[in-house]
């Protein structure tokens, strides 16, 4: 299995308080990664130490077997990296099809992943339930270039559940086409007890058990 990133003996800190224990975690291609835990696991902030949203004090970020640890979350991006926070993942002030516009995506494309989007083009993203603002923060997940990493964290809250079933099913396969794929839950969604779905349990700061997601179902 092939890697595309991952985080060597990684080390965040916030503040006094230490977030992440010194944690390897490997990132495969093509592959659908889940990152389970409690609040306060340290699984958004491996995510984040990912994307570059959140300095490392010690180890480092791999990408393609290049160290990439001092690289800005910007710079990440612009190499083919898409991050979706579990908050203020949208643009408030502006309109859906404003940011659908800002990430490149087309409507149409947007539109088959989430045909509820059509009547809210006009709507300012600010004024959406939190499920419909998660709709439109992943829509531009799946529909990022192929070959991109997918970052996401919680991507269903909110979503009624025949939607969040279809959001798992579209990011399955995203990763089956060729993207690596890492989202952060704080349970194993019932939806994504396959075979293929890697999983990694974080507790306190430390990765505790890896597995096959058909081996933890």
């Known amino acids: 299995m092939a890697l595309e990133m991952a985080l060597r003996a990684a080390r965040v800190r916030y503040g006094p308080l230490e977030a992440l224990h010194g944690i390897d975690l490997p990132v495969p291609a093509a592959t659908l990664t889940l990152l389970l835990g409690r609040n306060g696991a340290g699984r ?24 990439v640890t001092r690289l800005p979350a910007h710079d990440r991006a612009r190499r083919g990296l898409c991050f979706v926070p579990d908050r203020q993942a949208v643009y408030p002030s502006l309109t ?17 992943a989430y045909p509820a989007l059509e009547a809210l083009l006009a709507r300012t993203a600010g004024t959406l ?29 909110g979503m009624s559940a025949p939607v969040a079933a279809r959001t798992y099913a579209l990011l399955a396969e995203r990763a089956a086409a060729g993207a690596a794929v890492v989202l952060a839950e704080q349970h194993l969604p019932p939806a994504l007890a396959r075979p293929k779905v890697l999983i990694h349990e974080l507790r306190r700061g430390t990765l505790t058990f890896t597995a096959e997601a058909t081996e933890r179902a």
């Open 129 to 157: 339930s939190g499920g419909e603002q998660r709709m439109l923060a992943v829509s531009r997940a799946l529909l990022s270039p192929p070959g991109t990493v997918l970052l996401l964290d919680e991507p269903t809250q």
């Open 44 to 67: 958004t902030t491996a995510l984040r130490a990912l994307a570059g949203a959140v300095p490392l004090s010690s180890g480092s970020v791999l990408w393609r077997a290049a160290d």
């Open 96 to 112: 859906v099809a404003e940011n659908l516009e800002l990430a490149a995506v087309r409507h149409g494309a947007a539109l088959d």
